[in-house]
Nanobody
Framework: VQLVESGGGSVQAGGSLRLSCVLS????????MGWFRQAPGKEREAVGQ?????????YSNSVKGRFTISRDAIKSTVLYLQMNSLNPEDTAMYYC????????????????????WGQGTQVTVS
């Protein structure tokens, strides 16, 4: 199982970015997938989660209403994080992660509960 993120970059405050996470070795069917971020000197924090079986999503309060997690409509191995109204506090390395245990739609929030991780993609907002 491998996760690869892409789509990061530098953007001005108020701008948007869409991150992608490509899974290989299996599919996203009935999985808990999460997006996390880590700024320098800070702990890794949850951005949001999706249970791919139903499309149920949850978001942290800091990104609710601005960020959206979705699956590719055709490819069952691609996950997106649409980020709008970005601000400098969103600057961080962003990671996607997955766990194959039977969480159902109550996907975990803690990074410690996710087994599979990508290498991350940097997002810088100025």
């Amino acid at each position: 199982v491998q996760l690869v993120e892409s789509g990061g970059g530098s953007v001005q405050a108020g701008g948007s970015l869409r991150l992608s996470c490509v899974l290989s070795g299996t599919t996203f069917s009935d999985r808990c997938m999460g997006w996390f971020r880590q700024a320098p000197g800070k702990e890794r924090e949850a951005v949001g989660q999706i249970y791919t079986g139903t499309g149920t999503t949850h978001y942290s309060n800091s990104v609710k209403g601005r960020f959206t997690i979705s699956r590719d409509a055709i490819k069952s191995t691609v996950l997106y994080l649409q980020m709008n109204s970005l601000n400098p506090e969103d600057t961080a390395m962003y990671y996607c992660a997955g766990d194959w245990r039977p969480w159902g739609y109550n996907c975990p929030v803690s990074p410690a509960d996710y087994r599979y991780w990508g290498q991350g993609t940097q997002v810088t907002v100025s």
